[in-house]
């Protein structure tokens, strides 16, 4: 892949399959997504298709079961919001 060629793709998000779950209830595969220029965070289970609908049985897939606004929170060392002196009574 050539340089041009990487720079016309965007970065679209990452999805990580989880393979150390710390419970059962662990999401199978989370990451981050960008659509429409808004980052959102996404956890998603693993399943086994069932053959009753259009995938054929025993074809694993995941479904979303959390997805929501990721906050751009600054690092701990950049912000300068606070001020000491509008805690002075």
Known sequence: MTEETKKKRPDLGIAIPVVNKKTPQSY???????VEGKKYKF?????????????EKGSEYYYFYRVEPLDDVAPAGDNTSFKPSDLEA
């Open 43 to 55: 956890g998603a289970y693993r399943s086994t298709a069932s053959g009753n609908g259009k995938m």
């Open 28 to 34: 199978d595969l989370s990451g981050n997504i960008v």
